[in-house]
């Protein structure tokens, strides 16, 4: 498996088995709800992109499939590419369920409803023309063939109607059999719905309300609600109650849980072999004390906790450590200042600059991230991860702190000098330039900045190239 590819291998026999955010109890919570509601609803599971939100899902399909339900898993966000929506998601049923016997009707009534929606096309052109144009094209239409039109569309309306009810009910036939075979309700999971184009989202979500909703089908959604949210409002204007919007097509909306990312670290740890990495390390220089692989995930860990990085976030980040570590695989790799300044760089690109050229104050980059972060000041002073504002120091050669510093140090009385924050911040920042088990004298202090820089802005180009 490339390190780019993200998707979690679902195990056919246990959909848990690679479960490292344990979502096997939400699955089989979630699915004791379809009996609640007489097995017809639509549920939308509502978590932030990179979340791990698509995976939750597909370990639910499984399960689902093993106990003996019937399901469909449609990706709009591989099918937005169609003009109608409503197309795609039924050849999507028609391939699942694969029993002419079952779905012949349907997918015949599905033609005319398809061929109906197919043919309002015209009628938006006509529109977005006007909108965009001012010019109505309607008016170069004589009042007779106005007529006509308006008489065709009545008789239209009429069989385009006609057509919908009987596409619903032939599905429901569908839906019924099934639940008459398994005494189980069909389930549709839909995801990455926010991350089509707005229109299409839009339109699908409409079409599952209007066409597809019936008895004995349970519909899924995975949805990032503030993107899909931001989807109506471009649709229907900043003005639209996207809530009030969304509830008239949601029936229930459950938020993930949030996951636990020490465990999902360690398993990404795992996943790209970290620990391989550093027995194949090749750094021989013996008055340098190397950090081990156990002792730089530690780190690894404290960084991510403290910046609070979302799911996503942990994937990309560490995918940039990995790179680092391989690319500099004979070079000493400073992990206090390479990890914190990863993480600034990808929450505050320009705060990262700012470090890299030592523009402002210590205080000014921990009021910065406080912004971002309401924790990240206790974070910096607790005992255990103290050292990265040291090293923030030395990055900065934030001279005024460094006197600040021990200003304040000379005044602690020796009983409280042990738990004193300035004390310690002051002690590690002098350990850094001692060189804290790596050589490096004071006529080297610019060169190993300059160096952990460099190391830094290794994936610079490449995530350009992938739109971050």
């Known amino acids: 498996m490339g390190i780019f590819n993200n998707n979690l291998e679902i195990d056919i026999d246990n959909p ?255 996943k790209y072999e970290f620990d391989k990495i550093f027995k194949n390390r090749n750094f021989t220089n013996t008055a340098v004390v190397e950090y081990g692989y156990n002792d730089f995930s530690k780190v690894v860990i404290q960084v991510v906790l403290g910046f609070k990085l979302s799911l996503r976030d942990i994937e990309k980040f560490v995918v940039e450590v990995y790179m680092i570590l391989k690319a500099n695989i004979n070079e000493y790799v400073y992990p206090y200042a390479l990890l914190i300044l990863c993480a600034i760089k990808r929450i505050d690109r320009k705060l990262y600059n700012k470090i890299k050229f030592s523009q402002p104050s210590i205080g000014q980059i921990i009021d910065n991230l406080e912004k971002q972060n309401e924790g990240i000041i206790e974070w910096l002073e607790d005992r255990k991860t103290c050292m990265f504002k040291a090293y923030l120091i030395w990055l900065l050669n934030d001279s005024n702190e460094i006197n600040r510093l021990k200003e304040n140090v000379e005044k602690v009385e020796e009983t409280q000098r042990n738990t004193d924050k300035d004390v310690r911040c002051l002690q590690n920042y002098e350990r850094i330039g001692n060189g804290m088990g790596y050589w490096m004298d004071n006529e080297d202090e610019k060169r190993v900045r300059e160096r952990i820089f460099v190391m830094v802005e290794l994936y610079d180009n490449f995530t350009v190239i992938k739109g971050e």
């Open 16 to 270: 848990f088995k690679n479960d490292k955010l344990h979502r096997e109890v939400e699955v089989k919570n979630l699915t004791a709800i379809f009996d609640i509601v007489d097995n017809q609803m639509v549920l939308a599971v509502n978590s932030q992109w990179g979340t791990g939100k698509t995976s939750f899902l597909k370990m639910w399909n499984q399960y689902l499939i093993n106990e003996g339900y019937k399901t469909i898993f449609f990706n709009a966000w591989e099918n937005d590419y169609v003009e109608e929506p409503f197309i795609a998601f039924v050849d999507e049923i028609r391939e699942s369920i694969n029993d002419d016997n079952k779905i012949r009707g349907f997918i015949e009534k599905a033609k005319d409803v398809g061929l109906a929606l197919v043919k309002q096309t015209p009628k938006m052109a006509s529109k977005m023309i006007r909108e965009k144009t001012g010019f109505d094209s309607e008016v170069i239409v004589s009042n007779d063939e106005l007529a006509q039109m308006v008489s065709a569309k009545i008789e239209n309306y009429k069989k385009d109607k006609n057509s919908v009810e009987k596409f619903k009910i032939e599905l429901e036939k569908v839906a019924n059999k099934q639940f008459e075979e398994s005494n189980k309700p069909f389930v549709i999971f839909v995801d990455e719905l926010d991350r089509c184009r707005p229109d299409y989202a839009i339109s699908l979500l409409e079409r599952i309300k209007h066409f597809f909703n019936g008895n004995n089908i349970i519909f899924v959604l995975g949805i990032d609600k503030e993107a899909l949210s931001n989807a109506v409002r471009v649709i229907y204007g900043e003005q639209t109650d996207t809530n009030g919007y969304l509830t008239r097509f949601i029936d229930l909306e459950y938020r993930l849980k949030e996951s636990n990312k020490e465990e999902y670290v360690k398993y990404l740890l795992s």
